[in-house]
């Protein structure tokens, strides 16, 4: 994953639910088709949660990964 | 059908799985339903919200954002209680006649002053629970209202419940939908709407 393609970022760590998906929506909506946006988070719902989000909106979660505390979801704009 | 023909006696399961593989086997192969790749179709979410309690409202509040970040066209009826969660939060007495005033003396409007269902505690119960979602860094209530309208969620007031509380538009938040009555809802849901009664 080339991180100088990842021209947006969401810092939702300590955000509990709805609110990384609320502002990972409100952060990709201005973005360009096929750009990429990183969404750090801390609560463990949201990697069950991106997965139905992705699912329902059309954008691509193209990458996942996690250190144990923090999730980092990398996500493709529709 | 090998099965059968080694077994005289006619096991009815063996000849039944028999029947199946046979039939599938024969059976051209259907097309898998064609939303295997896209995302799937949405339908419309119909929230109905009844309740003036603080943990009811907070769920409303909570699938109505979610619901809107997530792109799925979502309505929320406002009816009978639930209508005092979209009245003002400056608005102290509401009403026009003195029983519609005395039931705003008696339950303040507004979803930053809603009670608790249980150990509301004279209002010591939401402060609590407020304090605590803070802590969380979880959004309130009105917050999460501010979110939804946001991302496009519809409140639609009951016509009925304003008249009977004595409500006018203006008593309400701003960004509220032309009051509407059941057959509305019913209509919603006839065409399938997904609802949820809170």
Redesign the interface.
Same mark, same amino acid.
């Given at each position: 994953m080339d991180l100088l393609e990842i021209t947006t970022k969401v810092d939702a760590r300590?955000?509990?639910?709805?609110?990384p998906?609320?502002r @990972?929506?409100?952060a990709i909506k201005p973005m360009a088709s096929g750009t990429l946006l990183e969404v750090l988070a801390t609560d463990p719902g949201s990697v069950k949660d991106f997965a139905?989000?992705c699912?329902? @909106?059309?954008h691509i979660l193209v990458d996942q990964t996690s250190d144990g505390a923090v999730y980092r979801f990398v996500i493709r704009r529709k | 059908m090998t099965m059968t023909a080694e077994r005289p006696t006619l096991d009815p399961v063996a000849v039944a799985i028999a029947d199946v593989e046979g039939l599938t086997a024969a059976e051209p192969q259907l097309e898998p339903a064609q939303h295997s790749e896209? %995302? /799937?179709k949405?339908h419309d979410i119909l929230l109905i919200n009844y309740s003036g309690e603080l943990e009811k409202v907070w769920a409303t509040m909570?699938l109505a /954002?979610?619901a809107?970040? *997530? =792109?799925?066209p979502c309505r929320v009826f406002v009816t009978f209680w639930g209508l005092q969660n979209f009245v003002k939060d400056e608005k102290r007495i509401t009403g026009r006649n003195w029983m519609q005033k005395m039931l705003a003396v008696m339950s303040r409007p507004g979803i930053s002053h809603r009670p608790l269902s249980k150990m509301n505690f004279m209002g010591m119960g939401p402060w609590m629970m407020g304090t605590l979602a803070r802590q =969380?860094?979880? %959004?309130s209530p009105r917050e999460l209202l501010v979110?939804a309208q946001? *991302?496009g969620v519809e409140f639609i007031p009951c016509q009925m419940t304003m008249d009977m509380f004595g409500l006018t538009r203006d008593d309400l938040i701003e960004g509220m939908g032309e009051p509407v009555g059941a057959a509305t809802v019913i209509g919603l849901m006839s065409e399938g709407s997904a609802p949820l009664f809170i």
């Open positions: 300590g955000l509990s639910c709805p609110m998906i609320v @990972t929506a409100q139905a989000w699912r329902s @909106t059309g | 896209e %995302p /799937s949405l909570l /954002s979610t809107g970040a *997530m =792109q799925v =969380q860094k979880n %959004p979110i946001e *991302m």
